[in-house]
């Protein structure tokens, strides 16, 4: 399997984390395994492999060109053939200011494309190249920004800033406080902007910035992990990252091959 990231045009930067592509390098018959895990990310998905497209736990088969939401419960998706599957990483808030969608309407969800432009999968389907690919999405995009026109909201926008720079270890009452803004209010324009209450995201942060550090093997022991992200004990963060995970952090290392992050092959 070969992974390439590609920034995203600038105008565009404040909407993408990056554009990424999954490609088989050779051919291959095998049935595969992937883990989609909770991140704090939103995201775009198209499927140039016509017969051997995702299909969920349930065995349905994933639409070509499809956009998700936030993922909370970690699942696990198969295909079989070769793979090649072009991919945008959103900024949590994109659901709401890109689409105008309220975000909570996708989380752990995703909804065909065709159903909000019929031309968009076809389009792809007729591009070979990747890099005229990521333009044809950005056209796309940058064509809904501009006909929406809808703005961010700025309490949020800070809010989601301090959660992702403290790495989730910031105090959400102190947080709201400082919004100037009721808890009621900020739980509800929150959830509609990012799709999560902001008490998940926190945690999501945590998660990742443990998973971090488990993936670069900065630590002696698990519990070094657990104390110096806040956790209770080594119990209470391998509960979080079976959460979030789906498997142990033992598991994990063991298992995953993440070429793409947060959405690793599982290896038998």
């Known amino acids: 399997m ?21 490609e088989s390098t050779g051919e291959s018959v095998e049935v595969k395994t992937f883990r989609m895990i909770a991140d704090g990310y939103p995201g775009l998905i198209f499927q140039q492999t016509d017969q051997s497209l995702f299909r969920d736990q349930a065995q349905k088969e994933w639409p070509r060109a499809l956009l998700y939401g936030q993922t909370v419960s970690p699942g696990d998706i198969q ?15 994109a659901l709401t200011t890109i689409f105008g969608f309220n975000a909570d309407q996708l989380t752990d969800a995703c909804l065909d494309l065709t159903l909000l432009s019929t031309r968009l999968p076809e389009q792809l389907l007729n591009t070979e190249s990747v890099v005229h690919q990521i333009q044809v999405i950005a056209d796309y995009l940058g064509t809904l920004i501009q006909r929406n026109k809808l703005a961010a909201d700025p309490q949020i926008q800070h809010a989601l800033q301090q959660l992702q720079r403290s790495g ?17 209010s900020f739980q509800r324009r929150f959830k509609q902007q990012v799709g999560i209450a902001p008490n998940l995201f926190s945690r999501i942060c945590r998660f990742q910035v443990a998973l971090n550090q488990l993936r670069s093997r900065q630590y002696q022991k698990l519990s070094d992990v657990a104390f110096e992200n806040d956790y209770a004990d080594q119990s209470h963060f391998i509960r979080a990252f079976q959460e979030f995970a789906g498997c142990s952090p033992y598991q994990y290392q063991k298992r995953a091959n993440e070429l793409v992050a947060n959405f690793p092959e599982l290896i038998r």
């Not at 990231?5 to 909407?15: D, E, G, N, V």
């Not at 053939?81 to 949590?92: A, K």
């Open 2 to 22: 070969r992974f390439q990231q590609f920034a995203p045009p600038t105008y565009l930067s404040q909407y993408i984390r990056y554009f990424w592509l999954l």
């Open 79 to 93: 295909m079989q053939g070769p793979v090649r599957t072009l991919g945008v990483y959103f900024h949590p808030s």
């Open 168 to 184: 989730g270890h910031i105090a959400l009452p102190a947080l709201q406080q400082s919004l100037s803004i009721s808890e009621r």
